[in-house]
């Protein structure tokens, strides 16, 4: 079962600064992306889009929080 879905609403967490991202971070869960194999098993990362910009990046859920979920 996933951690987050299509539509919801998340902050990224401090810890990881993309360029051009914006002071709010609060962005739009697209997607789920394609787990990926680590060495403790699968993990999730997440298309979002930014709120306000046409910024979207993939993002690693231990640095995604709900704000609101669809």
């Not at 992306?33 to 990362?45: D, I």
């Amino acid at each position: 079962m996933s951690k987050f879905r299509a539509g919801d609403l998340v902050l990224v967490k401090d810890g990881i600064h993309p360029n051009d991202m914006p002071e709010h971070r609060m962005a739009l869960v697209l997607c789920e992306s394609e787990n990926e194999r680590t060495s403790k098993g699968f993990t999730s990362f997440y298309e979002i889009a930014f709120v306000g910009t046409n910024l979207v990046l993939k993002i690693h859920q231990m640095f995604l929080e709900h704000l609101t979920s669809s």
